[in-house]
């Protein structure tokens, strides 16, 4: 049965999510890790286990006196969509005992303490987990020219040494590129980059994850794509909000750190809440008003909709709804006398909205058919998002992961534009998810850049990209798209996974599988026996970042400065020496590979540390460094004067912004645009928002994959609520009648601390669906399901809940593949093997449109908790 309360997903019955978090507290006695291989975190029931981390010759877990050592800072450096936190761990002799968060300062909502996560603080189930790569392996039955290649993912492994491994792998990479040029070998990563480059470039991919369609048509129509340009106002500005729409997004769960904490401010300020979004989230129960469940991949139907009903019903003496001079001056497209330069004027938004274009207008009941929400709500979101003043209309990412969703964001902002929500105070629209959840704008501090210099004069043999949904085909079947519908031959012979999960984290497994299989040479470097490593042929294991030397991270009003923890384990490296040793084996100088030392590109992080100025204007070095400080890191470098010193910085490990109202460091994205669009003009062709974005039309031909149109015109997606049907028209479902949303789950950062057991065991990797749907198939909560798609084939045990939306189903995205070769299901609930790739539009992943059918499993294969699942380890090599 589920470890679910009946409330919903909201933690472990036997340990609620607090108590979890306490585990890292100092105060609470709690001892994360004990020793320098493993970690003492207590199970959380059960009985003991042959792999428990305990049980590889640690001292057991329990509170130790925390004496002799010291707290370093030792963050997170995964990309968690998190707001960067703060983590320390208490080292006595290169041994970690405790961690802890944030209590570098007294905690405020202006200047809050950036605490860790339930993730962050099972860091050390990684660094010190029983599945780490110790030593190089190399695969059994591998041999130069791919040996068995058919037994990649099934072979057992043999230890070699690092020079045997670095010498088969540049011999390799060598002979492959002698016989089939550069153009033969894909990296998928890029910890090796510099190497390749050295060499001539390798074949690379490329195609927006994350973002969806925000990456490019978000820049394009001049609204930004939500994390290198945001389009919000700051966190401090939300608290003036009346209303904040949430569209498609779940903070809680995706960004987790302090964002839940700003809408939470916002809320007490007296923010109303209303969350648009299939699954009755975490997030929309903390902070929901109103619920508004809607069909993944119609979101843009439903805005139309909306639309609609405020053009209807706009009067602008009696029922002011529309604000048509923010459109008249601030937008190009919207109506035929605001068309920009060379457009077709019947080639307009408002025309297509009322039908006049193509003779279907898009009226709520139109939207309702295809989105799920009824007519009369329709009507009544436009009047509440159009009649409250200080609305922030804001939306992450997932609704934009479907396919053929290019003209999504246009849509999103035409709805922000008619309303006049941007670029006032409380006024907002734009994406607020991942690490800039809650808190857009500028930067207030950063870090210098390492010194490392680029490569110069190398001729580039290949640059060849392939876009992620066509990565596997592009090996199966030896040619790729390039652009303009060009489709051209390629023969990729090796695989380099250099920092990344491609195999598990790209659409498509199970014809990754097949791929890699097809593939003369799979290496991968990491420091676990993920999916990639498990269908190499040579394996490098590499060092975490508490094994390295230093890193920093941060956020708008913060900077992190962290230190390594641990020496390397077992033989790990470091990809940077990798990467030196194997160019050096292949004719690169070592001092290319590696011209700046590790501890040189820290001082020069530190140095060129900046924070902006009183009132935010101008900027100000941030560190102040002594000639001491010079002499005993062992670096070349001129003392400064800044407002931390090396040494506080050093021992805190953060420098946090002081905030407070009014303090001149806040932002009001687009305010002086809307009030001189002529003097500030934004960065698109025309300097408005691009409600008619020939540019984005174009880019999307270019791609070579489909052709949209100029407006935000709705099409249905591959894959979407409509592929459902066997007929649509006359309402005939088809063999996949429920659509699959793949949520960012509370347990992992995409796939990263999937290996985690104290993780797999609070937040167990389970298929959501709803109430009405279990019932008409006779299934209850602890069943394991067989989920299928026209991709694969997935096994997972239920959760019914009444706070999905009928028709729906989710399941977390990031869980490690455990394919059964004997019957083709997967044991391990990776969404990636249901999810084909399908290429649309410019090319994004489109997660979110997946149709599937679910039915009790019957077969033989035993699906035990994950919890009690054995470690990933290759077979043969302990």
């Not at 687009?670 to 408005?688: D, K």
Request: aromatic content about 8%; overall charge negative.
């Amino acid at each position: 049965m589920s470890d679910h309360a009946d409330d919903g997903l909201t933690g472990p019955s036997s340990l609620d999510r607090r108590d979890f978090l306490k585990w890292g507290a100092v105060a609470g006695g709690s001892v994360l890790a004990a020793g320098g291989v493993g970690a003492g975190l207590p199970l959380l029931k059960g009985p003991r286990l042959p792999w428990d981390i305990d049980d590889i010759g640690l001292p057991p877990s329990g509170p130790v006196p925390l004496t002799g050592g010291e707290w370093i800072p030792a963050p997170c450096w995964h990309n968690c969509g998190g707001q960067r936190c703060l983590l320390s761990a208490y080292v006595v002799e290169g041994r970690v005992l405790a961690v802890k968060s944030d209590d570098t300062h007294p905690d405020s909502p202006e200047t809050p303490q950036m605490r860790a996560c339930a993730r962050g603080r099972a860091q050390q189930g990684q660094v010190f987990g029983p599945d780490r790569l110790r030593y190089p392996m190399k695969r059994r039955n591998w041999e130069p020219g791919g040996g068995r290649r058919e037994l990649r993912g099934e072979d057992e492994w043999e230890r070699i040494s690092w020079d045997e491994a670095l010498d088969l792998t540049a011999a390799e990479l060598e002979r492959i590129m002698a016989e089939h040029g550069n153009e033969s070998v894909l990296e998928l990563g890029s910890t090796l980059r510099r190497l390749f480059t050295a060499l001539g470039g390798a074949v690379t991919n490329w195609g927006s994850t994350s973002w969806g369609t925000w990456y490019h048509t978000g820049p394009m129509i001049g609204l930004g794509d939500g994390l290198s340009s945001t389009s919000h106002n700051d966190r401090l500005d939300l608290e003036n909000c009346e209303l904040i729409v949430l569209w498609g997004g779940n903070p809680a769960w995706s960004a987790q750190g302090n964002s839940m904490y700003y809408y939470l401010q916002a809320r007490r300020a007296g923010a109303k809440f209303l969350f648009i979004d299939p699954y009755y989230n975490d997030s929309a129960m903390t902070l929901a008003d109103e619920w508004v469940p809607v069909r993944p991949g119609t979101d843009h139907a439903l805005a139309l909709g909306m639309a609609y009903a405020l053009l209807d019903e706009d009067d602008p003496e009696r029922n002011p709804l529309v604000d048509w001079d923010f459109l008249n001056r601030c937008t190009v497209g919207f109506d035929p006398d605001h068309m920009p330069e060379g457009a077709d004027p019947a080639d307009n938004v408002r025309d297509y909205i009322l039908g006049r274009r193509d003779g279907v207008p898009k009226t709520p009941e139109w939207a309702a058919r295809i989105c799920g929400v009824s007519a009369p709500r329709i009507r009544r979101l436009a009047r509440r998002i159009a009649r409250t003043r200080r609305t922030a209309l804001l939306t992450a990412w997932a609704p934009a992961r479907t396919h053929d969703s290019d003209s999504w964001p246009q849509m999103f902002l035409t709805l922000g534009c008619m309303t006049g929500h941007i670029g006032q105070q409380g006024r907002m629209t734009g994406v607020s998810c991942w690490e800039r959840t809650a808190d857009g704008g500028p930067f207030l501090v950063g870090a210098g850049g390492t010194g490392v210099p680029p490569l110069r004069g190398v001729p580039r043999r290949t640059t060849a990209r392939i876009n992620n949904s066509e990565l596997w085909s592009a090996i199966l079947e030896g040619e790729y798209t390039a652009g303009d519908g060009d489709r051209r031959p390629i023969d990729l012979r090796a695989i380099v996974h250099d920092g990344a999960s491609a195999l598990n984290q790209v659409s498509g497994l199970m014809k990754g599988i097949e791929a890699h299989r097809r593939a003369e040479f799979v290496l991968t470097l990491n420091f676990v026996y993920n999916p990639n490593a498990r269908f190499s042929d040579i394996v490098l294991p590499v060092t975490t970042q508490w094994e390295r030397h230093s890193y920093f991270k941060g956020n708008r009003d913060h900077l992190i400065w962290a230190r390594q923890v641990v020496e390397p384990q077992y033989e790990a490296r470091d990809d940077a020496w990798i990467a030196a040793e194997l160019g050096r084996r292949m004719g690169i100088d070592f001092a290319d590979m590696l011209p700046v030392s590790p501890e040189q590109q820290t001082f020069n992080r530190l140095a060129g540390a900046w924070v902006v100025g009183p009132d935010g204007r101008g900027r100000e070095r941030l560190v102040t460094i002594t000639k001491d400080d010079i002499r005993e890191m062992g670096v070349e470098g001129q003392p400064q004067e800044g407002r931390i010193t090396l040494p506080e910085f050093r021992e805190k490990g953060i420098y946090l912004v002081p905030r407070r109202p009014g303090d001149g460091l806040g932002h009001i994205a687009f305010e002086s645009f809307r009030r001189e669009p002529e003097r500030h003009p934004l960065s698109t062709r025309s300097g408005r928002f691009e409600l008619h974005c020939q540019r984005m039309a174009e880019f999307v031909r270019d791609v070579g994959f489909s052709r949209i149109d100029p407006i935000p015109v709705y099409r249905p997606p591959a894959e979407g609520y409509e592929e459902t049907f066997d007929d649509f028209e006359r309402g005939i479902k088809g063999p996949h009648p429920l659509q699959l949303i793949t949520l960012h789950y509370r347990r992992r950062t995409h796939s990263v601390f999937d290996n985690v057991g104290w993780l797999r065991e609070s937040f167990p990797q389970e298929f959501i669906m709803s109430s009405v749907d279990a019932e008409a198939r006779d299934l209850a909560t602890g069943d394991v399901v067989l989920i299928r798609s026209r991709h694969g084939s997935v096994l997972r045990p239920l959760f019914v809940t009444e706070r999905m939306m009928p028709g729906v189903v989710a399941l977390g995205e990031g869980a490690w593949a455990d394919v059964d070769f004997r019957t083709g299901l997967d044991r391990g609930g990776a969404t990636n093997v249901l999810n084909g790739a399908r290429p649309t539009g410019q090319g994004h992943q489109g997660w979110n449109t997946c149709a599937v059918e679910v039915t009790r499993y019957r077969g033989p294969q035993r699906l035990p908790p994950d919890w009690r699942q054995p470690p990933r380890q290759p077979k043969g090599a302990v």
